[in-house]
Structures are given as C-alpha cells and as structure tokens.
Nanobody, 123 residues
Framework: QVQLVESGGGLVQAGGSLRLSCTAS????????MGWFRQAPGKEREFVAA????????RYADSVKGRFTISRDNAKNTVYLQMNSLKPEDTAVYYC????????????????WGQGTQVTVST
C-alpha cells in the first residue's frame, strides 16, 4: 500500500498561483499513474488531472485545462499540481490518488487516497 501526503494548499487571491505536492511512501510509486481530484463543499469529488507512471501522458478536466499542470518526479516519489490563474470556483479540498493497477494510463479507477489539502481562492 502506498501512503500519500498532500501539501501546498492555502489561501490565495483570484489570479494567483499555488503548487500542490503529493509525496508517496511505501511500495513502488513510480509504477503507478497518479491523479489529482478535488471536492468543494456540498459537491461530489471530481477529477482534475492525471498522468501516466512515466509522466509522458497527461489529461485534464476541461475546467482546468490551460491553467493547471500535473507533473511527477519519480526520484522524489512526488507528484505536483501547478495551479495558475486561480478562480474562486477552484476552492476545494484537493486529493491525490494512485491508480488501482500498475502501468496504467491514468483513466482509473483510483483506489488509494491522501488526506487532502485545502485550497481557498478569494475574490
């Protein structure tokens, strides 16, 4: 089982930037596609971004495309989410997760979750 710990959340003004990190420990991190998800108050958790185990292929939700970038550093067991041009509607708890099977393409399912980090974007 991979343990995931997110960090980097906080309060930022609209138009600002944040970089989230998700550090893994446990079994082989580099073999798994990774995803970022978010959940706003009163809403269901939604997909944000994912990338393959090598980082060579990525995909994004339409709502963040062109503003967010997912990347990974397998030597550091860490996946990142660079968030630029933040909007108030990006306010949510952000979670990282590993895909259920190794060497997948990041389309899920995802079965291993971190505890989340809060991102709040003010107007």
């Amino acid at each position: 089982q991979v343990q995931l710990v997110e960090s980097g959340g906080g309060l930022v003004q609209a138009g600002g930037s944040l970089r989230l990190s998700c550090t893994a420990s446990g079994r082989t991190f580099s073999s798994y596609a990774m995803g970022w998800f978010r959940q706003a108050p009163g809403k269901e958790r939604e997909f944000v971004a994912a990338l393959t185990w090598s980082g060579g292929r990525t995909r994004y939700a339409d709502s963040v495309k062109g503003r967010f970038t997912i990347s990974r550093d397998n030597a550091k067991n860490t996946v990142y989410l660079q968030m630029n041009s933040l909007k108030p509607e990006d306010t949510a708890v952000y979670y990282c997760a590993t895909e259920a099977v190794d060497y997948g393409l990041g389309h899920g399912p995802f079965n291993n979750w971190g505890q989340g980090t809060q991102v709040t974007v003010s107007t």
